[in-house]
């Protein structure tokens, strides 16, 4: 079965600085998706970012970039110019190929991300 | 266009008691599946479906019952609630395509307390 671990509980950031999210994944597939979620205080789920492991080039959403490293099965997400906007609590998630229509996502614990003024 | 409804938003059962999360798409999903968010665990699978009269287990199915008898609602039924079923649920839907990707739409939970 697939695995995703975030293993950064908590970051925090000055605001306009980097950041940088962990994620690892387990995996014995060749093709998939990898996701970053944000859901701020209202619970609402709301996509980042979205990769396919088959593309090399790593995907960028305005002030979001992906570091996805197959080989070691890594998908970091850095923002950039972070804002007060950003502070969410952020799910990596993974999805394998479709299969029969089934579109299961895997998600890791989350990281809570604050953002200092 | 609502996009996924889910209904209630927050709910409060005694053990034993069932109840019936309600879960509505109005953009002709084939998929839509039922999730659970606890603190430290992300959000977990229990159940989905790939269709009207079609559905499967996820990874915490046990308690919950499902059923599809259309392809706009998805309903989770809690039997006999217990206090490890508290949790905030989460619906969600998406079409499905052969050789793409085609991004899931999540409501906005539903957060059940069991007493």
């Known amino acids: 079965a697939q695995t995703v671990t975030q293993s950064q509980p908590e970051m925090s950031v000055q605001e306009a600085e980097t950041v940088t999210l962990s994620c690892t994944y387990d995996t014995s597939e060749s093709d998939y998706y990898l996701f970053w979620y944000k859901q701020p205080p209202s619970r609402q789920m709301i996509l980042v970012i979205r990769?396919?492991?088959?593309?090399?080039q790593n995907a960028t959403e305005n002030r979001f970039s992906v570091n996805f490293q197959k080989a070691a099965k890594s998908f970091s997400l850095k923002i950039s110019d972070s804002q007060l906007g950003d502070a969410a609590m952020y799910f990596c998630a993974y999805r394998g190929i479709l299969f029969q229509g089934a579109q299961k996502l895997v998600f890791g614990q989350g990281t809570r991300l604050t953002i200092n003024p | 266009n609502a996009g996924v409804t889910q209904t209630p938003k927050f709910q409060v059962l005694k053990t034993g008691q069932s109840m019936t999360l309600q879960c509505a798409q109005d953009m002709n999903h084939e998929y839509m599946s039922w999730y659970r968010q606890d603190p430290g665990m992300g959000l977990r699978l229990i159940h989905y479906?790939?269709?009207?009269?079609?559905?499967d287990q996820g990874e915490v199915p046990n308690g919950y019952n499902v059923s599809r008898s259309t392809t706009e609602d998805f309903p989770l039924r809690l039997l006999s609630a217990a206090p490890s079923q508290t949790s905030v649920y989460f619906c969600?839907?998406?079409?499905?395509?052969?050789?793409?990707?085609?991004?899931?739409?999540f409501g906005d939970g539903t957060r059940l307390s069991i007493l």
């Open positions: 990769q396919e492991a088959y593309k090399q």
């Open positions: 969600a839907s998406s079409s499905v395509h052969r050789t793409t990707d085609q991004p899931q739409h």
């Open positions: 479906s790939v269709g009207a009269g079609i559905t």
